[in-house]
């Protein structure tokens, strides 16, 4: 059996009272439900992707899902990291993943079919920058460049099945276990530019660690 975690906060509408009804119904069907509230007070940023709120934003993210990893994680062999704005997936998702061998899978989410990449986190890059170059894209220690600068995304690599990314984002992520337990978080800070997902990645790829996108 499979255990699933859910962590709720600072949302405005019935959420959490929607998973508490969940749990209650299908509790028996899972090996364990994690039903997990943590209020940060965050901001309701008008406009979530501009680079002044990334660094304070991510940063909760990250919070968030190192919370969460060290609340849930027990005995699983896999962790699949699914955000709130994924609506649709194929029943085969996990398998699929499994399937490629690597230790990080991240497939393309898409908001239409053939449709550009939704999680602009996930990226290879063209060539290596030195910190002079980064200078004119660096917000709050952040390196954030814009799209497409120096930067392919999965929906650009659709003549690749398989693809060995650089960074990944956490809209739909495949990780193995032990990969975390061993200590590879999420960034509550800079490194190196990087924050969370993107920061994570850079540390998975420092450790020897292959990173497989999957564009189609």
């Not at 060539?127 to 120096?150: A, I, K, S």
């Not at 800079?190 to 969370?196: C, D, R, S, V, Y």
Request: net charge neutral; aromatic share 8%; with cysteine.
């Amino acid at each position: 059996k499979r255990t699933l975690a859910f962590i709720e906060g600072d949302s405005t509408d019935h959420s959490y009272a929607l998973l508490e009804d969940f749990v209650r119904q299908h509790r028996a069907a899972f090996r364990d439900i994690h039903l997990l509230r943590h209020h940060q007070r965050a901001p309701n940023y008008t406009h979530r992707w501009e680079p002044q709120h990334q660094r304070e934003r991510r940063s909760g993210i990250a919070r968030i899902r190192n919370r969460l990893l060290k609340r849930a994680l027990g005995r699983e062999d896999w962790v699949l990291w699914l955000d709130a704005d994924i609506i649709q997936f194929p029943p085969t998702l996990i398998d699929d993943l499994r399937a490629v061998g690597a230790p990080v899978v991240h497939p393309n989410c898409v908001q239409t079919a053939g449709g550009p990449s939704f999680d602009l986190n996930a990226w290879i890059q063209e060539r290596t920058v030195d910190r002079e170059q980064m200078q004119p894209y660096m917000v709050d220690d952040l390196y954030q460049p814009p799209v497409g600068h120096n930067r392919l995304y999965l929906s650009d690599l659709r003549y690749h099945d398989h693809i060995p990314l650089h960074s990944v984002g956490g809209t739909c992520l495949l990780v193995a276990a032990d990969v975390h337990r061993a200590g590879l978080h999420f960034p509550i800070r800079p490194e190196a530019g990087l924050i969370e997902t993107e920061a994570f990645a850079a540390r998975v790829r420092a450790h020897g660690c292959p990173i497989i996108g999957l564009p189609n």
